[in-house]
């Protein structure tokens, strides 16, 4: 049995810089230290917008995104940039669906930020229908920017495309109070009035509220304020 991953960059050693594990250096467009040699996939680091930083993140999500990027940058120039990752990933283990985006609690602080979550558990969809399941939503936070960070999902329906929701709030440095009341839709089947992403962003905001934090940051007012 194997945990983990190794970049396999023994080809262009001493050639292009790397990190301390050997992941190939780049910058947003995928170009090494060397400008004649771009890197995609599981050889080389991702920009990972939670943090700001570049990690060692080797999933197929950022190898095709990557490769697409060094094809046209090669062929057209630096014209297409890298828009970064959450790491979002999902996986369903023994019939229950376990999705992630960002940073987990621990992890944001290890980061040094001043990060707090809220663990939301309820039902994907109403009681009152023939049937549901316990969900489980933790959402991570940073206390003073209210910027999310990140969100672990764990539930036996197929929850995974609310990890790729929060994924794009994240990108989008959108805050608690954003998700909080942002249009989600609404039909029984489906899930309640609030969706349970509003549902655990509200919780969010009123933890901080209880906790004398209550500076509401809104980054995405639709065109309304215009
Ligand atoms: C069990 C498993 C499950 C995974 N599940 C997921 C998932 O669900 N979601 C997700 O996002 N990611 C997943 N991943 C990660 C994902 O597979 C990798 O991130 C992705 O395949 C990386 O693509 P790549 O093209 O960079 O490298 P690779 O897919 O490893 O391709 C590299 C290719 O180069 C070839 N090669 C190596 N050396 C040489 C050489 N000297 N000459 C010629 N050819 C060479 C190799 O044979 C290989 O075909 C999983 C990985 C594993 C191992």
Known sequence: MTTGFMPVTELLEYQVDMDRHGAILVNEFCQTSNPDIYAAGDCCVSHFNPTGESVYAPLATNAVRQGM?????????????????QATSAMSLFGETIASTGLTIEYARKNGF??????????????????????????????????ILGAQLYCQHDVSQSANAISIAIQNNNTIDDLAFVDMLFQPHFDDPFNYLNLVAQMAVEKERQAGNHHPRYTALGNFHN
Not at 69 to 85: L, R
Not at 123 to 144: A, F, G, S
Request: glycine share 8%; net charge negative.
């Open 69 to 85: 990027i060094v094809g046209n940058n090669v062929v057209a120039g630096n014209t297409m940039p890298y828009v970064g990752t």
């Open 114 to 147: 001043d990060a707090d979550c809220v663990q939301f558990e309820g039902t994907w969809r109403p009681e009152y229908m023939p049937t549901t399941d316990k969900l489980t939503i933790t959402l991570v936070y940073d206390k003073k920017s209210r910027l």
